[in-house]
């Protein structure tokens, strides 16, 4: 059986847990003080996902660039092709917090979402 070491990321408190994984499937969690890090001590360590965070250019904006972010968490193994997708994103002002720059980012079924307003010059 493997132990697994983590910090719980769900909260400011940074439960350190202790993840048991037999054949792949988790045992047990140990170590949370709520059943939230229970939850994430299973999650990052069967199918581990991030939220990403970037910025995209703008044209014909007050900015040369807006943050964006998913709107969702996606499979962590898709965080460097779904960067590699807003590289070549621009979108024009205005944009708006909440409006969808890119869909289905890395093909995961999430959207990119603009994080920050950009009027228009």
């Known amino acids: 059986m493997e132990e697994r070491k983590l910090i719980c990321i769900n909260c400011p408190l940074g439960c350190p847990l202790t993840v048991s994984i037999d054949q792949g499937s988790v045992v047990s969690v140990s170590g949370n003080t709520c059943p939230r890090g229970e939850a994430y001590g299973r999650k990052e360590c069967t199918g581990p996902t991030r939220i990403v965070t ?3 250019r703008v044209t014909g904006g007050k900015l040369p660039v807006v ?15 779904c960067i590699g997708q807003l590289k070549n994103v621009s979108v024009s002002a205005p944009v708006h917090i909440g409006d969808v720059i890119l869909e289905n980012a890395a093909s995961t079924g999430v959207s990119i979402v603009a994080t920050r307003n950009c009027e228009a010059v």
């Open 54 to 56: 970037s910025t995209v």
């Open 67 to 81: 943050s964006v972010k998913t709107a969702s968490d996606i499979p962590k193994d898709k965080m460097e092709e």
